[in-house]
Each structure stands twice: as structure tokens, then as C-alpha cells.
């Protein structure tokens, strides 16, 4: 544990049972980063981390198996104390008779919500330990004090602790002060030596256990399975979400009516076409935009061309890479002695695009105000986009009393003044660096389109753009989210047939189409590795190695599935499968029956979490 390889030889013992350890307490604290110290990982973003954040960013509990000891799993639990896990309702809440042992974690004092757990753990007879976390930098703002002794606040720290615990009747505390980067000072070899002992008691305990018990405790329907696949529980709430979705269907149409609309709501999110049409002045960046919205850079195969000279001479359509129902239209520049203002809208049939995307690179125009006024008459969208910003600011900085926000906000109330001027309404606009489009006001532009679409198109948007952001990651698995109980239902009814081995039916090729789509979602295909390769100047199988979890889409086949489904399989418990048959009892009548459904949603669901996390991995290498 935490990367040493000594361990008692119990440890070896009953490898059938697993030790289920919460790490517990206030947002904030460092639970996630303790998560990981103790699985041996020496930063937060190495593949299969914990998720860490400045913000809130677990909502529900989350299993870690650790990578050497497959009998130890390491829960992450929701921040006690927050709008989603109120303190009075915590307990309540979240479920804690399902760990075996707890670790309180702590970062400045010992709190109200503190005692409020100690209290709960006590109270179903388990043991725990208290850490005291980021103790590096309290003693760093002690040290300016003459009277300063590391040993003295050290101890100060520890007696602040035991002193309360002591009062909220726990006899014999223990407490320990750690550093999540200098593990090997203060008390971390003492916590993971402290819980090597509590694993070995475990084992003692559990080899005296009557067969009967032992086997209620691996049928219950929360153990977590073993593997990285299946790293994360999956809440029973969330199967309950979907399963309403369904419930509500079934309330107006048998089965076969709702499975056949289903698979016609799926034809149409994979066959939803997108057409975006970028225009404006010659110069302005328009065609770096259509690289940019298809996450290339201006010099990949494929991509737009783009030059100190006019390049783009025609009307050019550019299909998204991995998604070429997506097509981003390549206008013309306007106001050019070849496209003339007067003539451009005959030239440019402007009646076919979805929606416009108008560029300008500089001051505003008398062909910006041509170009709204035109889109408006069609009665389309559209939205201004100035760019090269990080151009105007490298120029403003070399001014006295330079000042970027004041200088960003003169050049977008500047374009907002005259677009109202030339359309009578306040039209937003969007200052973006080709450079960085995690930069100024790209995320909000993305985001801006996604609202404004409708669902079909949102969908289909979501799916093709680059994956820039955390922010864009989380969208596009809350968007894949909404499928899968649709997945589940049509691979379980139309064409299923029974798994070899399981008792199963389903058609593989619907799994095997969905895995490969989430993949490439995520851009965790071999194509979309190799632009971003270029892009970011690295070699392709480092970013490669930041995938821990998923399968590349051309690894992914008939037996993979199979294997999925097999480990998926112990997810789906009696209870869980009950849980299913009480919302919706004709799932009982499909090909596979409940079972069926259950494993293929878990299968799905899990692989869909691997891909987020190794997605996570790859952003974060490439911009290391």
C-alpha cells in the first residue's frame, strides 16, 4: 500500500473478500488526494486517479481498487457539509454500514462535522483513523514566527486532535499528520503501516466467519468488482433515473412500440446532420477557426488552408474528421476584387447553413454590417467572432498602465455597439485566440451554440468538438449518458441473441458499434491520437500511455465484449435485478429477460466512466 511492497502474508489470505476502506470528511480536505497517495500514485493526474478539483467535483461514492492489492478497495466519498450532502442529511444519505473502515480526513481543525461522523461510525461499531492533511503548509505559515519549532506544532496539531476525539468518546484515538507531496515525512509510513495491520485483523476476522456469512457478503449487490475496468460503482440511483425514462414510454405504448421508437431516436442523433458556415473579411482567420472547431491544427492533412495571402476561393465544405455528418462550411472572403460585397450574397447561396459563425480580425466593417443584416433577413443565427486577440494584447502590453480586462472589454463593447447599430439588437460577441482556445471566450462561444441548437444538432455538436476543456469532457459524457439506457434496451430486443457462456442475450454488434462511439467521442481513436500528437508536438505513444483503461477502437471485438459483459455480469445481482423488474415487469418478456438489460446498462455505463477518466489522462499529457 502507497507503493511499498512489504505486507503481512495474511494479506495473501481470503483474496475473495474484499476490505472495503472510506475515505470520509469535508470537502476539500484532500479525500481524493489521500485516495490516490495510498494506491502508490505520485500525482493526481496519472491514469485511474481519483478526480481532484479547486471546486466540489464528487457527487456520489466512488470505488479505487488498489493497483497492488486487488483485496483492498478504496472509496472516495462525497464531501460532508455541502448544498448536495447537507450535514443533518449525510448519514442518512450515504450508506456507511456497506465499509469495513474509515479514514476521517481533516485539513485545519476538528469540526462539528467531525464529530458528527465519528459519532455515525461509532455508532455502527467501526473502527477508523483521523488525518490531518496538508500539514506542510501549516507549519510553512508558522515559520515566520521567532518562537518557531517544527516538533512543537507538530505536536500542538496532534494533542488539537485527540484532545476532541477524546470528547466525542473515542478512547483511544489515533492521528495522523501528513504532506500529500513529501509522503516519506510526518506520518504517512505510520497511516499505511496503522491500516496494513487493520487489513491483517480483517483477514483474521473474516477467517472465522460461517460459511453462510461469507457468502451473504460477496452476493451483496454493492461490492465493488475487481479490475480496472469496473473501477467505479455504479449507483443504484442512476439505474433508477433511466429506468423512469422507460417507465414513463411504457405508460403510453407496449414494449416493441417503445424499442422501435427508440431505435428510430438513435438513427437520428448517429444521422443528424450540422452545417456551419464560417464567413467574413478576407484574412480574418476563418479558415484557422474551421481547423480549430475541428480540433486540427492549420497544417494536418485535411485540414483547411490558410495563408499571409487569399487562399480560399471557393465555397469549401470540410467534414469533421470523426464525425462527417458535422461539415463546417470554408465561405469566401468578403469585400475581395474577386468577391465584391455587392455580388458575395449571390455567390454565397447563404440558404443552406444551419447557423453562421461571422470572423473579423480587426475594427468593425461596413461588410460585418452587410453580412448580419443578410443572415437576419433569413431569419438564421449567427454570431461574431473576433480573433487573434492574444495578437492585440501582445501589442496593448508594451503601453503604460496596461490593462488586459480593460482592453478585452473595449474591443467587445466596440463590435456589441456596432452590431446593434447595423441590426437593432445587442448580438453577443466572442474574442477567441487561435493560439489557446482554452482562452478568453471560446469555452463560452462553444458553449453559447450548444444552447441554441436544437437537441439533434446539440447532440451531433457535442460529439464533434475538440475536447479543449474538462468542462467539454463532462459534457460529452453527460450527452453519451442519455443513450445508454437506449442502447441497453434496443441491443437487448432487436436482433438479440444468447451470449455463449452467459446467461444473456444481446446483440453484440450494438455494443460493439456503442464502444467504438465512445471512443471516438473522446477522441481516444488512433486518428484523432495522432492529430493531437502534432498538434501539441509530442510523440503519439505518450499520449497513448496515458490510456489505462480503454481499449483502442480497432482492439475492440466480439470477444472483448464478452469479456465486458462477463465482468459486468457481477454487477448484476439479484437485487438489482429486482430493483428493475419492479419498475418495469415487461422487461421480463424481452429476449434476455431483466438480466440481460442490467448487465449490458452496467457494461456500458462502466466503459463509458474508463473512457472520461483516460480522456482526462490523455488532455492532461498533452498539455503538460
Avoid at 192 to 208: G, H, I, T, Y
Avoid at 225 to 244: C, H, Y
Amino acid at each position: 500500500m502507497g507503493g511499498t511492497n512489504s505486507h503481512p502474508s495474511s494479506i495473501q489470505e481470503l483474496e475473495d473478500v474484499t476490505f472495503n476502506i472510506a475515505v470520509i470528511g469535508e470537502t476539500g480536505t484532500g479525500k481524493s488526494s489521500l485516495v490516490n497517495a495510498l494506491r502508490g500514485m505520485k500525482t493526481d493526474v496519472e491514469g485511474g486517479a481519483a478526480v481532484t478539483d479547486v471546486i466540489q467535483v464528487l457527487n456520489e461514492p466512488t470505488a479505487y481498487v488498489h493497483p497492488e492489492y486487488s483485496d483492498i478497495t478504496l472509496w472516495d466519498l462525497p464531501g460532508i457539509g455541502t448544498n448536495e450532502f447537507k450535514s443533518e442529511e449525510y448519514v442518512k444519505n450515504i450508506d456507511l454500514n456497506k465499509y469495513d473502515f474509515f479514514i476521517i480526513v481533516s485539513e485545519i481543525r476538528f469540526t462539528e462535522d467531525d464529530q458528527r461522523l465519528v459519532h455515525a461510525i461509532q455508532k455502527i461499531k467501526r473502527k477508523f483513523v483521523y488525518v490531518r492533511t496538508k500539514v506542510d503548509k501549516s507549519l510553512e505559515s508558522e515559520r515566520e514566527n521567532p518562537n518557531f519549532s517544527e516538533e512543537g506544532i507538530l505536536k500542538k496539531i496532534r494533542n488539537h486532535y485527540c484532545e476532541n476525539l477524546t470528547k466525542a468518546g473515542e478512547p483511544s484515538p489515533r492521528v495522523f499528520v501528513i504532506s500529500r507531496w513529501h509522503l516519506e515525512m510526518y506520518d504517512f509510513p505510520c497511516l499505511v503501516n496503522a491500516l496494513k495491520d487493520e487489513l491483517a485483523d480483517f483477514k483474521r476476522e473474516v477467517s472465522r466467519w460461517s460459511p453462510e456469512k461469507k457468502r451473504k457478503r460477496l452476493d451483496r449487490s454493492n461490492e465493488p468488482p475487481k479490475g480496472s475496468f469496473l473501477r467505479s460503482a455504479i449507483s443504484r440511483t442512476i439505474l433508477k433515473l433511466d429506468l423512469e425514462n422507460l417507465t414513463l414510454a411504457l405508460e403510453k405504448e407496449d414494449i416493441s412500440d417503445v424499442v422501435a421508437k427508440t431505435q428510430q431516436q438513435l438513427d437520428f442523433l448517429t444521422n443528424a446532420t450540422l452545417d456551419i458556415a464560417i464567413t467574413g473579411r478576407s484574412g480574418a482567420g476563418k479558415s484557422s477557426l474551421v481547423n480549430a472547431l475541428r480540433g486540427m491544427s492549420d497544417y494536418d492533412e485535411g485540414s483547411a488552408e490558410t495563408g499571409v495571402i487569399q487562399t480560399t476561393m471557393e465555397i469549401k465544405g470540410y467534414p469533421h474528421p470523426t464525425f462527417p455528418k458535422v461539415t463546417l462550411w470554408d465561405l469566401p472572403g468578403i469585400g475581395t476584387p474577386e468577391f465584391k460585397a455587392k455580388e458575395y450574397l449571390r455567390k454565397v447561396n447563404f440558404s443552406k447553413y444551419d447557423f453562421f459563425i461571422i470572423v473579423s480580425a480587426g475594427r468593425f466593417t461596413t461588410n460585418d454590417i452587410t453580412l448580419a443584416r443578410e443572415i437576419q433577413k433569413m431569419k438564421k443565427q449567427f454570431y461574431y467572432v473576433r480573433t487573434k486577440i492574444d495578437i492585440n494584447i501582445d501589442s496593448e502590453k508594451r503601453k503604460q498602465n496596461f490593462n488586459e480586462h480593460e482592453t478585452l472589454e473595449k474591443i467587445r463593447n466596440d463590435c456589441s455597439e456596432n452590431l446593434k447599430k447595423a441590426e437593432g439588437s445587442s448580438s453577443r460577441v466572442f474574442l477567441v485566440s487561435r493560439s489557446d482556445l482554452s482562452l478568453y471566450d471560446f469555452p463560452s462561444l462553444h458553449g453559447t451554440l450548444e444552447e441554441d441548437l436544437d437537441d439533434l444538432k446539440r447532440h451531433a455538436f457535442i460529439m464533434a468538438s475538440p475536447t479543449f476543456s474538462g468542462e467539454m469532457v463532462k459534457k460529452k459524457k453527460k450527452s453519451l449518458e442519455s443513450l445508454i439506457w437506449m442502447l441497453a434496451l434496443v441491443s437487448c430486443f432487436v436482433g438479440a441473441v444468447p451470449v455463449p457462456g452467459l446467461s444473456l442475450a444481446c446483440d453484440i454488434s450494438i455494443l460493439m458499434g456503442a464502444l467504438v462511439h465512445f471512443c471516438k467521442v473522446f477522441g481516444l481513436d488512433d486518428n484523432s491520437l495522432h492529430v493531437l500528437a502534432k498538434r501539441v508536438g509530442k510523440p503519439v505513444e505518450e499520449l497513448r500511455s496515458a490510456i489505462k483503461n480503454t481499449p483502442l477502437p480497432h482492439t475492440i471485438t466480439t470477444d472483448l465484449v464478452l469479456s465486458l459483459l462477463s465482468k459486468s455480469l457481477l454487477c448484476a445481482t439479484l437485487t438489482v435485478i429486482e430493483l428493475v423488474c419492479d419498475f418495469v415487469p415487461v422487461l421480463g418478456s424481452i429476449v434476455g429477460g431483466a438480466s440481460s438489460f442490467v448487465c449490458t446498462f452496467f457494461m456500458l455505463r462502466s466503459f463509458l466512466q474508463s473512457v472520461e477518466v483516460d480522456a482526462a489522462n490523455v488532455r492532461a499529457k498533452a498539455t503538460k
